[in-house]
């Protein structure tokens, strides 16, 4: 039972343009979500989150939307850089399991110049 | 650089094979965890301590073990290395005991068994 989904396993997006990516939970007690970016041959790097009481946070480049009734969240990033391109990683905590993250499978991002 | 410090970076062992993976982090953190990741999948969590002295099992702890030597050092041991443990293994720490802080991650210790 997979608890966070990343459906999208790739998106490919224009330098410039704004790239989606969207993630998808089942488990109504997650209450904390995260974006965590990774390279290749690194350990994922913390990006941004959001807490359950927001429905928007805002750092730079990079937006999370979260929508509690669809448990759907997404990340934009805007504009898309070359550098960007890495896999992009969902995961989600609640309090009451002790602060677990649950991550999704991951989209890999591809900005082309 | 301050930050969570995995050892070693790569190694190979033959089936029933026994190995340490040591994680060490420098920002007086609270919390410690090990993930597996495979490929085409998530991070999965393998134990974790909320604390020193205190060890909970994750998502898949069968045929590991752990040990959270002091608030800085939290260590994996395969006590018998089987082919499904070919992965690579993430350490991760976290600074509060409760709240919403990220988790921040070592580079991986890549293990392939025979």
């Known amino acids: 039972d997979q608890q966070v989904k990343q459906n999208s396993p790739s998106l490919s997006v224009q330098e410039g343009r704004i790239s989606i990516l969207n993630c998808d939970y089942t488990?109504?007690?997650?209450?904390?979500f995260l974006w965590y970016k990774k390279y290749p041959a690194e350990g994922p790097t913390f990006l941004i989150s959001?807490?359950?009481?927001?429905d928007k946070n805002e750092d730079g480049r990079f937006t999370v939307f979260l929508n509690k009734s669809a448990k759907h969240l997404s990340l934009h990033i805007v504009p898309s850089q070359p550098g960007d391109s890495a896999v992009y990683f969902c995961?989600?905590?609640?309090?009451?399991?002790?602060?677990?993250?649950?991550f999704g499978t991951g989209t890999r991002l591809a900005v082309r110049p | 650089n301050a930050g969570v410090t995995q050892t070693p970076k790569f190694q190979v062992l033959k089936t029933g094979q026994s190995m340490t993976l040591q994680c060490a982090q420098d920002?007086?953190?609270?919390?410690m965890y090990w993930y597996r990741q495979d490929p085409g999948m998530g991070l999965r969590l393998i134990y974790y301590?909320?604390?020193?002295?205190?060890?909970d099992k994750g998502e898949v702890p069968n045929g590991y073990n752990v040990s959270r030597l002091n608030k800085r050092e939290f260590s994996l041991r395969l006590e018998s290395a089987a082919p499904s443990q070919t992965s690579v293994y993430f350490c991760?720490?976290?600074?509060?005991?409760?709240?919403?802080?990220?988790?921040?991650f070592g580079d991986g210790t890549r293990l392939s068994i025979l």
């Open positions: 991760a720490s976290r600074g509060v005991l409760r709240g919403n802080q990220p988790q921040h």
């Open positions: 488990n109504s007690m997650f209450d904390y």
């Open positions: 959001i807490s359950s009481i927001k």
């Open positions: 995961a989600a905590s609640a309090e009451s399991s002790g602060d677990k993250l649950t």
């Open positions: 920002m007086n953190h609270n919390s």
């Open positions: 301590s909320a604390s020193e002295g205190t060890t």
